[in-house]
């Protein structure tokens, strides 16, 4: 099931609506066609409770204004580029600046602050599943990047509670692009309580270490003996404020994991785990690279769904990616993306609840 309603008006009068997916078990997912944000996710907990997972806002100026990025589609670059340069076939470019001296997330007006045309919703009975498919294109030279991409995504809504995401996308002159999906999690269903207490795991042997800039080096780091090492799954809290450089630098955990899984295959990768509630997600991709986010710089000033203050960890992203800055480093998987070729990725968040 599908459901569409105005959401609220932007300062130009344009309408911003949301779309609510239904599967057969009761999830719902409430998308919105600015950023093609997930702005409300259902999940059970292990009494067969629905409540919503994902931080957020109660309307639309509360995405407008956001700079946390909620539940949005980020690009065209998820992560950072350093000083915001990279080359391409000897020309140098300069994307816009946002994040101290660096480019984050697509840059001051990025894809989470276009508003996109949805070009299909779909029931599928027989499968149990809806899904909704949104379209943007980023015309050349938007925050300084070359040609003009034309990015699909496809949300579904699957029987098995799964939240499948699917970006398609083309260019007409040759670019970088690496899209990602920005929620932030909070299994317990209570934005009051921290993430400090969620079970996660990360399959990754290795993560890639930041300077003071929070940028890549271009290095390779074991994760095993380290606070960095999810191999087994240990709560969030256990060493986010232990002595290790890297997280003093990132204030937690803001990292990418370099996935052990093989390269394009849609794989689970990691599980994120509540006690309390049984609440069980488990993440697949096909992407060589997870940003594992705690929340570190929410603050408690950003006022979020049924008016709760957001205060520091209380939601954490896995963000598939590509490893950040791959622009500047040619070793590593790339971004670029040629006229011709068409980019695919997809994620999926599932689901479940357990006891133990």
Same mark, same amino acid.
């Given at each position: 099931m599908v459901e569409k309603k105005i959401f609220g008006k932007l300062s130009d009068g344009q309408e911003v609506n949301v779309y609510t997916l239904k599967n057969a078990n009761g999830m719902e997912a409430k998308i919105i066609d600015y950023g093609a944000t997930v702005v409300s996710l259902t999940?059970?907990?292990?009494?067969?409770?629905?409540?919503?997972?994902?931080? +957020?806002?109660?309307?639309?100026?509360?995405?407008?204004?956001? %700079?946390?990025?909620?539940?949005?589609?980020?690009?065209?670059?998820?992560? #950072?580029? +350093?000083?915001?340069?990279?080359?391409l076939d000897g020309k140098e470019y300069q994307l816009s600046i946002n994040n101290g001296e660096n480019h984050l997330h697509g840059g001051t007006e990025g894809f989470?602050?276009?508003v996109w045309t949805v070009i299909h919703t779909d029931v599928v &009975?027989?499968?149990?599943?809806?899904?909704?498919?949104?379209?943007?294109?980023?015309?050349?030279? &938007?925050?300084?990047?070359?040609? @003009?991409? &034309?990015? $699909?995504? %496809?949300? @579904?809504?699957?029987?098995?509670?799964?939240?499948?995401?699917?970006?398609?996308?083309?260019?007409?002159?040759?670019?970088? *692009?690496?899209?990602?999906? !920005?929620?932030?999690?909070?299994?317990?269903?209570?934005? !009051? %309580?921290?993430?400090?207490?969620?079970?996660?795991?990360?399959?990754?042997?290795?993560? $890639?270490? =930041?300077? =003071?800039?929070?940028?890549? $080096?271009?290095?390779f780091a074991e994760v095993a003996k380290t606070p960095m090492d999810f191999r087994v799954p240990k709560k969030v809290g256990k060493e986010v404020d232990a002595d290790f450089e890297q997280l003093k630098l990132a204030d937690g955990y803001d990292h990418n994991w370099a996935l052990n899984k093989a390269p394009n295959q849609l794989l689970k990768f990691a599980s994120v785990y &509540?006690?309390?509630?049984?609440?069980?997600?488990?993440?697949?991709?096909?992407?060589?690279?997870?940003?594992?986010?705690?929340?570190?710089? *929410?603050?408690?000033?950003?006022?979020?769904?049924?008016?709760?203050?957001?205060?520091? #960890?209380? +939601?954490?992203?896995?963000?598939t990616q590509l490893y950040p800055d791959s622009p500047n480093k040619p070793e590593w998987p790339s971004p670029i993306l040629e006229p011709g070729k068409v980019y695919n990725q997809t994620t999926v968040y599932k689901f479940s609840a357990k006891l133990l």
């Open positions: 999940a059970p907990d292990k009494n067969g409770k629905y409540e919503d997972v994902v931080l +957020g806002y109660d309307s639309l100026d509360g995405y407008v204004k956001d %700079k946390a990025y909620f539940g949005s589609i980020v690009g065209r670059y998820g992560n #950072r580029i +350093g000083k915001g340069k990279f080359n989470n602050k276009k &009975e027989a499968l149990g599943s809806a899904s909704i498919t949104l379209n943007y294109k980023s015309k050349d030279g &938007e925050e300084g990047y070359p040609g @003009t991409v &034309e990015l $699909t995504v %496809k949300y @579904t809504l699957t029987k098995d509670n799964e939240l499948s995401i699917n970006y398609i996308a083309t260019t007409d002159k040759k670019t970088i *692009l690496n899209p990602t999906h !920005h929620s932030y999690f909070n299994l317990s269903g209570n934005m !009051h %309580k921290t993430i400090l207490d969620h079970e996660v795991m990360i399959d990754a042997d290795k993560f $890639t270490p =930041v300077d =003071v800039g929070l940028i890549t $080096t271009g290095a &509540e006690p309390v509630s049984g609440r069980l997600m488990e993440v697949s991709t096909d992407q060589p690279g997870v940003q594992f986010y705690s929340g570190n710089f *929410l603050d408690g000033s950003v006022k979020g769904k049924n008016g709760v203050m957001y205060a520091r #960890r209380t +939601g954490l992203c896995l963000e």
